[in-house]
């Protein structure tokens, strides 16, 4: 199997180690310098395009999948419309139409397009109700990663991520220093959210499918903050209520709306698809940099 990842980032570069290891053939895509020299130190091919530039894509050579993971670098609302609406377009449409088009594409979306539900639990069947124009543009690139595809002759799958953590992207002092605010964390080790979509295109599933990727346990966040402490050998952090951050008066809007915004992702489906975690919960997906915290 031969995958193009378009935006080869941090689970990007994952997923083609994990590609390169099993046998297959990655290109990755990136265009800034920085991001050419990651991909080759992580040892597959590497293209330099603009993914929203039709003629630069070009340059990647026929595949037969094609994971479109590239970020809008946390800029605002047109940045992201420009990368997941108008460069998801593109892309689809330049290896669509051509001759040896891709069998199937993989969008990595964001459980955030499902809003807030108050703590309750939420899956692929749950409507979408996205609560920033940020969100509101990833459910625009969801449709479009299903239904467009098809129109090429291929098809789309979203694997909707919750939030990545791994290496480099532990945060201890984040919750170890505190003050932690409540509300649920819905989490996903790097090696999951690059092994799940591995796991798709290996095994064949999900085709024009959403699949939530997330462990097995979300957690509320002062649970999680004590049990670090803990782990960490400190003493638990001071916490707030939501009511209480809100009330410091020091935020954006979006980050308000993030803040009022709860609920609980169940990963039943992609479970069910045969899917095996790395990292089943935090308790094991944290346990590297808690080993290295400790040695310090």
Known sequence: MHVAILGCGYVGLELGNQLVERGHDAVGVRRSD??????ESAGFEAVRADITDPEGLESVPDVDAVVFAASSGGRGPDAA???YVEGLRTAIEVFGERENAPERLVYTSSTGVLGDHEGDWVDEGTAIEPTTEKTEVLAEAERIARELPPEHGFEGTVARYA??????????????EGPVTEGYLNM???????????Y???????????VQVVDDEPVEKWTFADWLAEQCGRSEPPKRTKDERLAENDLSAAARRRILTSKRCDN????ALGYEFAYPTFREGYR???EDYRSE
Do not use: C
């Not at 996903?188 to 591995?198: F, L, M, P, S, Y």
């Not at 039943?268 to 479970?271: G, N, S, T, W, Y």
């Open 81 to 83: 419309r420009e990368i």
């Open 188 to 198: 996903v080790h790097r090696d999951d959210a690059a092994g799940a979509v591995r």
């Open 163 to 176: 939030g990545l953590y791994g290496p480099d992207r532990y945060r201890l002092e984040r919750y170890l």
């Open 288 to 290: 590297a940099a808690i």
């Open 268 to 271: 039943a489906k992609l479970r």
């Open 34 to 39: 920085a991001g050419i020299d990651a991909i």
């Open 200 to 210: 798709l295109l290996e095994e064949d599933r999900a085709r024009g499918e959403v």
